[in-house]
């Protein structure tokens, strides 16, 4: 239902600043991205593992090849970063894989599947925030957001790896920002709900289908990128200076949303 009232904007300024994301060049990663290049950053780096990433990411974005499951690919993106533009102020996590070989039950999930899933989605992360953070510990300042998932909280059938690692991605902020809370590093993560990316087009058929998927959520619809990135911007900023070791739900409403509940 449209609102005949006026809307309201929240604009955040991130002029001279750096950021580093990563899984930049596609769905959420791409959107925070593009987010943060029309915010004023002096400079955003997308990190992924594409041949040919400057096509994929908005203009004006640098491209960085690296596996972030290398954790001296990592280390590399970070040197690479300081070097060219002075420093790190925002490190996003946001690189991760769920295929559709991944929907099963345990008992059917293979080893080599759990490994790579572990290798990107949870060692990622971490190879990265540990090369982010030696950064932000000469400058005294950063901020890294964990782009974690509603998964990290509850589960279905058939999920066994990606919901337990996403609610480590979730513990990782929190122990890291309480790790780092008084040398000016702050930590949070995001938990979205399912949001409009191609990752989830290609489990669509194994959540129910678009509309059911959508009416599970309070709101009605499935979430847009642009709808994280601009929680992610607010989060990076100095407006949300005493939030950290937190996680922050971007789910419209359905996490609140009781199995018990009479649905929409």
């Not at 279905?156 to 122990?175: E, H, L, S, T």
């Not at 922050?248 to 609140?256: C, K, V």
Request: a negative charge; proline letters at 5%.
């Amino acid at each position: 239902m449209s609102s005949l009232r006026p809307p309201s904007q929240a604009r955040v300024s991130n002029t001279g600043r750096v950021v580093l994301v990563t899984g930049g060049c596609g769905g959420i990663g791409h959107a925070i991205c593009l987010a943060f290049q029309e915010s004023g950053a002096a400079a955003v780096v997308a990190v992924d593992v594409v041949q040919d990433g400057t096509v994929l990411v908005p203009p004006h974005v640098e491209y960085y090849r690296a596996d972030v499951s290398d954790e001296a690919s990592c280390q590399a993106s970070i040197d690479w970063t300081v070097n060219r533009f002075g420093g790190l102020d925002v490190l996003v996590n946001t690189a991760a894989i769920q295929p559709p070989a991944s929907y099963v039950p345990l008992d059917q999930m293979t080893s080599e599947l759990w490994d790579r899933m572990v290798a990107v989605n949870l060692t990622g992360y971490t190879n990265m925030a540990k090369a982010a953070v030696r950064q932000m510990l000469l400058q005294r300042s950063g901020v890294i957001v964990n782009v974690a998932s509603e998964q990290g909280h509850r589960t279905a059938r058939q999920v066994p790896a990606y919901g337990p690692i996403k609610a480590a991605n979730i513990m990782q902020a929190k122990q890291w920002g309480i790790e780092y809370a008084r040398q000016g590093i702050r930590v949070v993560s995001l938990s979205p709900g399912a949001i409009e990316t191609p990752m989830l087009r290609s489990t669509l058929d194994a959540q129910g289908g678009g509309a059911e998927l959508a009416n599970r959520h309070p709101l009605g619809r499935i979430g847009q990128p642009f709808e994280v990135a601009n929680a992610v911007l607010w989060l990076a900023s100095d407006a949300a200076s005493f939030i950290t070791a937190t996680d922050i739900a971007i789910d419209g409403g359905l996490g609140a949303y009781g199995a018990f509940a009479d649905p929409y």
